[in-house]
């Protein structure tokens, strides 16, 4: 129960930040980031098999 209260607690302040218009121009470059690494990844681990 405790950790229910915890984890809902943290949740809720990760949306009332992720609200914000400065904390959302780093969300978005960060994502951004993630994806280019993913995709890049996918072709140099592919090329390294042969």
Known sequence: MIRKLLISGVAS???QEARKP????????AFA???AK???GKGSGGSRRY
């Open 13 to 15: 302040k990760v949306i």
């Open 22 to 29: 400065h904390n959302q121009a780093k969300i978005k470059k």
């Open 38 to 40: 993913r995709s890049g």
């Open 33 to 35: 980031d993630f994806q």
